[in-house]
């Protein structure tokens, strides 16, 4: 089980710090990451983080602004959000799953998402 938390409304160029506590099976076995969707779009990949956190990918868009981190000591993943931007504005979901991609059909876990506005 997935639970994102965290979100928020922010102004342009603020910052806000996502949480996704995970429960239920070997958080430290699987490689997590995050997604967003925005109202009428599909959903599309933000960051992947690998199990022992050694190996990280952002999308082109959050690169530069955005950090994924993970504890496997509190079976938790984050997501810094730093230099927000109104088209940063979705709905966040995390994700767990066996392989290091970006394609949502990857994960087979998802969490309920949290909501992230970002004001201009």
């Known amino acids: 089980q997935l639970q994102a938390s965290g979100g928020g409304l922010v102004q342009a160029g603020g910052s806000l710090r996502l949480s996704c506590a995970a429960s239920g099976r070997t958080f430290s076995s699987y490689i997590m990451g995050w997604f967003r969707q925005a109202p009428g779009k599909e959903r599309e990949f933000v960051a992947c983080?690998?199990?022992?956190?050694?190996?990280?990918r952002y999308a082109d868009s959050v690169k530069g602004r955005f950090t994924i981190s993970r504890d496997n000591a509190k079976n938790a993943v984050f997501l810094q959000m730093n230099s927000l931007k109104p088209e940063d504005t979705a709905g966040y979901y995390c994700a767990s799953g066996n392989f290091f991609g970006v394609v949502p059909t990857t994960y087979d876990y998802w969490g309920e998402g949290t909501q992230v506005t970002v004001s201009s």
């Open positions: 983080i690998s199990e022992s956190g050694f190996r990280k």
